[in-house]
């Protein structure tokens, strides 16, 4: 059986802005880019669709023609992706150059010469010609083979760059680090998803402060869209086989891409052709394959023919015609064309289709990456297209299964995701402290009572997509570092802490858990191993910032589903009304009271709601049988803190305080001075 769980719905303007291009036919999120050209090292953050391929395009014919650079290679981590970066005439829509790939250049579609690919590198280097498209694996290659000094003085553009780590073993993060330290060529870095699945940066810290950034939010490109205004992000729990209740999440009358899940999975059944069958019979009665394009051709019940692209089909010759029917330009804007695609592993990074309204995923994804990237699939511009959903179908634990445990972090791991994604959808925050010199900021809409200089305002500008919010007793960044990190990075940090194990274990299910021990304990562990060069004061400026952005899209959500008897409604409350409702109904929105609030505590009243009561109580013992014991890193932190609470109040905190934290900070205080006294005694 599946159950629905409540989706946010976030509303979009619809205001045409991210299309609609300006004289040197630059969009927005290209001209913002273009403007920051002359920087050596740039960084591209944007979404899928954007026009990110183009942008550089821009920036890197200027770097040729006006900043001496020499040569300019382009790298991406798939062949397919190569045809992004293929000729355009730019110069018809008002640049002044065109970007022209001579063939034999683009290695993406060219064997290579004189002996494959990366002698053709080579012979490029040589060359007079200025650009060279080739996979980052025949760029590893050919640096490994030509060394780091025969790229100076050139321009290294990196496609999808989060499949970049700072970890020993990554050997083109390695080499990017070696062409920064050396500082002879420019690099513009490119992605829609500037985090990664697992716990190693993509570039080590003292490297990454040299980039400039280029932030264009998911907010900013779906608000200036024509037609796409709403996006709905859920996640639903099934019993059993998935497939046989494929139906109750997947409509056959929205175009969906179904990604199934990995057979190695959990919610694989081993046998990934029976589940495609499976779900094709339920659609309705199979006729046959259409011999042009490949594609499955089944009649719903209700006598229509639903035209679906296997892809998971090991047939090669089958699965390259229903591929390349996908990929056929001349369908492109044809809505007919297919109406429901099924993948495995396939249909993610650099495909578009831009008419599917529906990114159904079944199993969790432990990289948050990969879900970005799937449900960039579903946020494309198409006429007649007004709403798009994320849908993660996610098995519920079931408390007689051997693997209950690995069955829990799954459910962890899904629920992470959904929380960052809510994060990734979310208006941009433009945190300041509350001070006597605060005042209305221009273009910003502060209610219908306007701005109050006797309170904290929350103010939303519905062009840029961004909330200006006063706070009380907000620490403020001080280094340029931590200020970038503070309005361009906050996402990252929260990344870090949502897929932080015993944060999310905690925060969900004890019961005695007092929030101020993640929300300023863990999430101050975090921001510190994350950012060790910052100095004590900016850390906490960067923790105060994150978990006010976690906490208050938490609490706007909240707002949210408790309306959610009225889909305009909910539509409209979910990120922006519920985040000035929030902040209207407390008597001082201060810092001190953001921290006070379970960033984890709405996942849990949904999941409630959604999962059954006997895999709740099975998943909640699972984690309160490995209850974690006060390390002495965290009682040191807690002393801190209980030093910081002695300069405000002019006493330590007491451990028989009705306040919790209060106490917990005493707690702290107690345990270091036990281990001391444990030392001195041998």
């Not at 029976?274 to 051709?297: C, K, M, N, S, Y």
Request: include cysteine; aromatic fraction near 8%; proline fraction near 4%.
């Amino acid at each position: 059986m599946t159950k629905s769980v409540p989706s946010v719905s976030v509303k979009y303007e619809a205001n045409g802005a991210s299309t609609t291009s300006n004289e040197m036919g630059m969009r927005q999120m290209q001209e913002r880019a273009y403007e920051k050209r002359g920087e050596q090292y740039l960084l591209i953050k944007s979404p899928p669709a954007s026009g990110k391929s183009r942008a550089l395009m821009f920036i890197a014919l200027d770097k040729l023609h006006n900043q001496g650079v020499k040569q300019a290679v382009v790298v991406v981590p798939e062949k397919s992706i190569g045809a992004s970066f293929g000729n355009e005439p730019l110069s018809k829509f008002g640049f002044w150059a065109d970007w022209q790939v001579a063939p034999k250049w683009n290695l993406c579609n060219s064997p290579g010469t004189d002996g494959g690919k990366v002698k053709s590198v080579g012979a490029f280097l040589e060359s007079s010609d200025q650009i060279l498209v080739c996979t980052h694996a025949t760029f590893r290659f050919a640096v490994e083979k030509f060394g780091i000094e025969a790229f100076d003085d050139r321009l290294i553009a990196v496609d999808e760059f989060h499949h970049v780590s700072s970890s020993e073993d990554n050997i083109l993060g390695k080499q990017l680090n070696d062409f920064i330290t050396r500082e002879r060529t420019h690099v513009v870095a490119m992605t829609g998803s500037y985090f990664r699945g697992d716990a190693a940066p993509i570039l080590v810290p003292e490297n990454e402060a040299k980039f400039d950034t280029v932030t264009y939010t998911y907010y900013e490109q779906l608000n200036g869209y024509k037609h796409l205004k709403t996006l709905d992000i859920g996640y639903f729990f099934y019993s059993g086989s998935y497939a046989d209740d494929i139906l109750k999440v997947l409509d056959p009358n929205e175009k969906t891409i179904l990604h199934i899940p990995n057979v190695n999975s959990r919610e694989s059944t081993k046998d990934k052709h029976r589940e495609v069958e499976h779900i094709i019979d339920a659609l309705g009665d199979w006729q046959g394959a259409d011999p042009v394009t490949g594609f499955q051709l089944v009649t719903t019940p209700e006598g229509r023919i639903l035209k679906i692209a296997d892809l998971v089909d090991d047939e090669a010759v089958k699965r390259d015609r229903v591929s390349a029917a996908l990929k056929d330009p001349a369908q492109k804007n044809n809505r007919d064309h297919v109406d429901i695609i099924i993948a495995l592993g396939m249909a993610k990074e650099g495909f578009d289709w831009i008419w599917c309204e529906h990114a159904l995923t079944v199993g969790y994804r432990a990289s948050l990456t990969e879900i970005v990237q799937i449900i960039g699939r579903a946020t494309r511009d198409a006429e007649g297209k007004s709403r798009a959903r994320f849908t993660n179908l996610i098995a519920e634990p079931d408390a007689a299964e051997a693997a209950v445990t690995e069955a829990v972090n799954d459910t962890l791991k899904a629920i992470a995701a959904s929380l960052l994604m809510e994060q990734v959808l979310a208006p941009r925050f433009n945190f300041t402290a509350k001070s006597v010199k605060s005042g209305p900021v221009d273009g910003f809409d502060y209610g219908e009572d306007g701005y109050d200089p006797k309170k904290e305002n929350v103010g939303f500008d519905k062009q840029s997509g961004q909330f200006q919010i006063e706070i009380k007793g907000l620490a403020e960044p001080k280094s340029e570092f931590a200020q970038r990190i503070c309005h361009e990075d906050l996402n990252e940090v929260i990344t870090a802490f949502v897929q932080d194990k015993t944060a999310i274990e905690r925060g969900l299910f004890d019961e005695e858990l007092v929030p101020e021990e993640l929300t300023q304990v863990r999430m101050g562990k975090i921001v510190g191993a994350k950012f060790p060069e910052l100095d004590a004061e900016d850390q906490e400026a960067v923790r105060q910032h994150a978990v006010a952005a976690l906490n208050l899209t938490q609490k706007a959500k909240e707002i949210a589903l408790s309306s959610a008897g009225d889909a305009e409604v909910t539509g409209n409350t979910a990120l922006i009304d519920g985040v000035r409702k929030f902040a209207m109904d407390v008597r001082e929105l201060d810092i001190d009271l953001i921290d006070r609030i379970n960033p984890f505590g709405e996942a849990y009243a949904i999941l409630a709601k959604s999962m059954s009561e006997e895999s709740l109580k099975q998943v909640a013992a699972v984690i309160s049988a490995k209850k974690v014991q006060l390390s002495p890193d965290e009682a040191r932190d807690l002393a801190r803190r209980a030093v910081k609470f002695k300069q405000e109040r002019g006493r330590l905190p007491s451990i028989t305080s009705a306040d919790a934290w209060e106490k917990k900070m005493a707690e702290g205080v107690a345990f270091l001075a036990r281990m001391k006294q444990e030392a001195a005694n041998g």
